[in-house]
């Protein structure tokens, strides 16, 4: 079992910068894919980011909504995975959430924009992004 814990949310002005920080329990943390998505009120969550699992090149993954302006990274050694977040919009406002593909390591084939490749979950961290 991996517990995943976001934190680093808050209310922001547009154009601003937030940094992400999502920690992860388990030993094997460099062998997870870890992806980023979020869900504004009324709507579906929507893949962010994404960065594969550390000995596949550590290969990163963004919504062309974000491209440019997010970046996703990794730190193995405090097993913790970042979304920095620049040139905030109002429409970046969401609950961020944070998960982890514990599979691909084992091998195979994921598109990691799809929720349905991620085995665990963390609660959510609120963004809110002022005009």
């Known amino acids: 079992q991996v517990q995943l814990v976001e934190s680093g949310g808050g209310l922001v002005q547009a154009g601003g910068s937030l940094r992400l920080s999502c920690a992860a329990s388990g030993r094997t943390f460099s062998r997870y894919a870890m992806g980023w998505f979020r869900q504004a009120p009324g709507k579906e969550r929507d893949f962010v980011a994404a960065i594969s699992w550390s000995w596949s090149g550590d290969n990163t993954y963004y919504a062309d909504s974000v491209k440019g302006r997010f970046t996703i990274s990794r730190d193995n050694a405090k097993n913790t995975v970042y979304l920095q977040m620049n040139s905030l919009k109002p429409e970046d406002t969401a609950v961020y959430y944070c998960?982890?593909?514990?599979?691909?390591?084992?091998?195979?084939?994921?598109?990691?924009?799809?929720?349905?490749?991620?085995?665990?979950w963390g609660q959510g961290t609120q963004v809110t992004v002022s005009s």
């Open positions: 998960a982890a593909n514990a599979r691909a390591m084992y091998g195979g084939h994921y598109d990691y924009t799809g929720m349905a490749e991620y085995d665990y």
